[in-house]
């Protein structure tokens, strides 16, 4: 079986970061993915909402750089969350990235400025 993923989007919202109880750091980054496609003669947007799951130093590298609005690439394998909740199961993919890499958008000088994460994880390609 072959389980990978490799996803481009923006964070819906800043990362949260949390600790496991032998002090591992676990950041949640959601990403907002959108997709174009042709439905007859018009062109169609959607929009896929998905938990990209980090952990270590990278967790914690992330929570520091990224906020709501950037874009990232994250590269990982997919994974479905089950559990119960009031009686109803309920259910949710996630992504368990083993990558995520900082992408830039051509911005004005002044956002520009805005501090670089470090080079160890900003220059591993996915491929």
């Given at each position: 079986?072959?389980?990978?993923?490799?996803?481009?989007?923006?964070?819906?919202?800043d990362?949260?970061?949390?600790?496991?109880?032998?002090g591992?750091?676990?950041a949640?980054?959601?990403?907002?993915?959108?997709?174009?496609?042709?439905?007859?003669?018009?062109?169609?947007?959607?929009?896929?909402?998905?938990?990209a799951?980090?952990?270590?130093?990278?967790?914690?590298?992330?929570?520091?750089?990224?906020?709501?609005g950037?874009?990232?690439?994250?590269?990982?394998?997919?994974?479905?969350?089950?559990?119960?909740?009031?009686g109803?199961?309920r259910?949710?993919?996630?992504?368990?990235?083993?990558?995520?890499?900082?992408?830039?958008?051509?911005?004005?000088?002044?956002?520009?400025?805005?501090?670089?994460?470090?080079?160890?994880?900003?220059?591993?390609?996915?491929?």
């Amino acid at each position: 079986m072959f389980n990978r993923i490799i996803l481009i989007g923006n964070l819906t919202r800043d990362p949260e970061i949390r600790y496991t109880p032998s002090g591992v750091a676990v950041a949640t980054v959601p990403i907002a993915v959108n997709s174009r496609y042709r439905q007859g003669d018009e062109m169609r947007e959607e929009t896929l909402f998905i938990d990209a799951v980090v952990f270590g130093k990278q967790a914690e590298t992330c929570t520091q750089y990224l906020n709501k609005g950037k874009m990232v690439l994250v590269e990982g394998r997919l994974r479905e969350r089950r559990w119960e909740y009031e009686g109803q199961k309920r259910s949710k993919f996630e992504v368990i990235a083993t990558n995520i890499r900082f992408l830039s958008r051509k911005e004005s000088a002044e956002t520009q400025e805005e501090q670089i994460p470090p080079e160890e994880y900003t220059d591993l390609e996915p491929f």
